[in-house]
């Protein structure tokens, strides 16, 4: 059964409670020897990682989740999490160059509030 006890945002590298640009700064200073991503969890019996920094589903947080956060940010597909270490629940929150997503809750994979584009 995959893990359900970690609470976090995909591709909220920062632990800042929600996604944006700065996840993507955070990350790449990370990979080049700063501080470690403020959240991890132990999402399989032995096995603690920085959840929040897996987008592309691959269920480890490497240099290709920065790729995926730049090329959403640009209009690619949204974060994905691992599918062994979903979030239990988390908020999505946030700004893709002009567009703004509205906050939505999710759990587990099913949205309880549509996410919506509006205009600024």
């Given at each position: 059964m995959p893990g359900s006890g970690c609470q976090y945002v995909t591709g909220?590298?920062?632990?800042?409670?929600?996604?944006?640009?700065?996840?993507?700064?955070?990350?790449v200073a990370y990979f080049k020897g700063g501080a470690a991503p403020p959240y991890s969890c132990e999402c399989t019996s032995g096995n603690i990682w920085f959840v929040g920094?897996?987008?592309?589903?691959?269920?480890?947080?490497?240099?290709?989740?920065i790729t995926y956060l730049v090329s959403y940010f640009k209009g690619g597909n949204s974060p994905n999490p691992?599918?062994?270490?979903?979030?239990?629940?988390?908020?999505?929150?946030?700004?893709?160059?002009?567009?703004?997503?509205?906050?939505?809750?999710?759990?587990?994979?099913?949205?309880?509030?549509?996410?919506?584009?509006?205009?600024?």
């Open positions: 909220d590298i920062n632990n800042s409670g929600g996604l944006n640009g700065l996840d993507v700064t955070y990350g920094g897996d987008v592309n589903a691959s269920c480890s947080f490497n240099g290709l989740d691992c599918a062994y270490c979903p979030p239990s629940v988390i908020i999505l929150a946030s700004q893709r160059g002009s567009e703004i997503v509205k906050p939505a809750v999710v759990i587990g994979n099913k949205p309880i509030n549509k996410v919506e584009k509006t205009d600024k």
